[in-house]
Structures are given as C-alpha cells and as structure tokens.
C-alpha cells in the first residue's frame, strides 16, 4: 500500500519507519530539513508525498492540523483515507472532516491513547470518523491496537481530552503537593503515602471523590484554604489549590451540578 506520512517529528518518524518495516510504500514530509526515517521516501512538498497514495497520516500539531489538510486537499486520490492524529478539539475534527468529504476523502480522527516511541504502531489509539473502521483494518493488520469508538469525527478526541482533564490536571497537583511536601522536609513520606493512596483507586473511591464532595464541601472548603496557607508560607504558588478552592466554593453555593443529582450514587460518608 501506498502510505504517506505528514509530520516526521518524535511520532511521525516511527510511525512511518513501522510502516515501511511492514512492506508498504511510504512517503514522507516534513517542513524542517530532516533526515529520513529508514525505509521512508522523504518528499519536498507535502502535496508530492500524498499523490497517489491510499492511506495519510497527519501526524501534526492541533494548531497545524487545518493548513495539513489545506495543502493537499486537492492532491488527495479520491476515497483515499486521510487519518488526523493531532490532539484537537471535537469541533475541529469535525470540521476537517466536512473540509476531507470535498475530495472524497474518508476521514479518520485519531486519538492517541499512549506515546507511540518505544510502541510505535502498536500504540494504542481510538478512532472515529467515515473511515475509522478502514482505518483500523489497515493499521490492526500491522499490529495497531486501534478501537473504533464511532462514526462521527470529533468522538476519539472528545474521549482522549475528557481524560486529559484528569491526568494533565493530576500531574500538575502532584507536581505542586510534591513540591510542598519536600520543601516541609517530608518529601520522602509523602511520595509513599500518594504512591499508596493512587493505588487504592477502585469505584467506590471514585464514587466518593465524585458525590461527599458535594454534601462536605463547607468543611472541604475550610481545609483546602488552610492548605493554601501552607503553599503560600513554603513559596509554592498554590495554582491548583486555587482551582480547588474557587470548585468548592461553587459547590458551596450552587450544590452539585445537575447531571450528577440523576445519577444513582448515592454520597458517601468521608
């Protein structure tokens, strides 16, 4: 199969380099002066590495994935399958599926689960979008891990940001209750305890943390505003205590939003 890869950065180059491994014909293209991933037919043009080939893999920035697609729009084989794995918006992805349907182009909107050094192919990503299904045919019969989550473009995106609320968001209160601990000189108790306290994570916890936050949040308020105090006299910048405090004083006086009040978890005791 003719494959063309767009964007050979840390990503894109071991993409196209598993791709070629796998017997297909790979072109690339990258706007910096870069050498070409073994086995890749490096291109000058992005609109020379996709003529004629069946499958596209933008592998670029959310900000680029518009001017990707813009640029070879009208170099694309009709019913060619144009795969976006930038990580942007539903709204976006929707939109340069609108813009790929022109050329009758089958879009596909991936969403990345995990980084794909060390993985490659086999990095486990979801798909959406009208060509999802071929998508993830192609890319499984070369040892991807690609679910397809639905039809409509946007739906991989919207599942990879949902969770990215909670894992950037855990990284940076790690980062800064991590920071405090140490410079309070329990650095060491408090690395083991959180290590402890994140491995006990089931549903009942998750159950927990979602609904007593709401009928607790009065007292939870209270504390997290003693933490506060703390960062600030260590010389942390407490910005995701902040966050915390403005959440819970919006509890305080709104109470829990409606779309948890239906659900069936009744809150727990804290």
């Known amino acids: 199969m003719k494959v063309a890869v767009l964007g050979l950065g840390e ?23 870069i050498a070409a ?6 291109m000058d043009t992005p609109e020379a590495a996709v003529a004629g ?35 942007a ?9 609108d813009k790929a349907a ?28 009208s060509g999802a299904a071929q998508y993830a045919k192609l890319i499984n019969a070369r040892g991807g891990q690609v679910e397809v989550v639905g039809e409509r473009a946007g739906q991989a995106a919207a599942r990879k940001l949902l969770r990215s ?13 991590t920071e405090a601990a140490t410079r309070y000189g329990q650095g060491e108790w408090f690395w083991n305890h959180l290590v402890d306290q994140l ?3 089931d549903e009942t916890l998750m159950e927990r943390l979602l609904v007593a936050t709401a009928s607790h949040a009065p007292r939870r308020l209270e504390e997290m505003e003693a933490a506060r105090s703390l960062l600030t006299e260590l010389g942390v ?8 405090i403005t959440h819970l004083r919006r509890l305080v006086a709104e109470g829990m939003p409606e779309v948890y009040r239906q659900t069936s978890m009744n809150p727990s005791m804290d």
């Open 53 to 87: 080939c069946a499958l596209v893999l933008a592998v670029v920035a959310a900000s680029q994935a518009d001017d990707a697609l813009t640029q070879v729009l009208g170099s694309l084989a009709n019913g060619a399958i144009y795969a976006d794995l930038s990580t």
């Open 11 to 33: 990503a894109g180059s071991v993409l196209a380099a598993d791709l070629a491994h796998a017997g297909d014909e790979v072109y690339g293209y990258d706007p910096r002066p």
């Open 237 to 244: 910048p407490p910005f995701m205590t902040n966050a915390t």
């Open 199 to 201: 491995g006990s994570i």
């Open 165 to 177: 609320v909670v894992m950037k968001g855990l990284a940076a209160l790690v980062i800064e209750s």
């Open 89 to 97: 918006s539903p709204g976006l992805k929707e939109a340069l599926a």
């Open 102 to 129: 022109v050329r009758t182009a089958q879009f596909v909107d991936v969403a990345l689960m995990a980084p794909v050094p060390g993985r490659g192919l086999t990095a486990p990503a979801l798909a959406s979008g």
């Open 37 to 42: 991933p073994p086995g890749v037919n490096l």
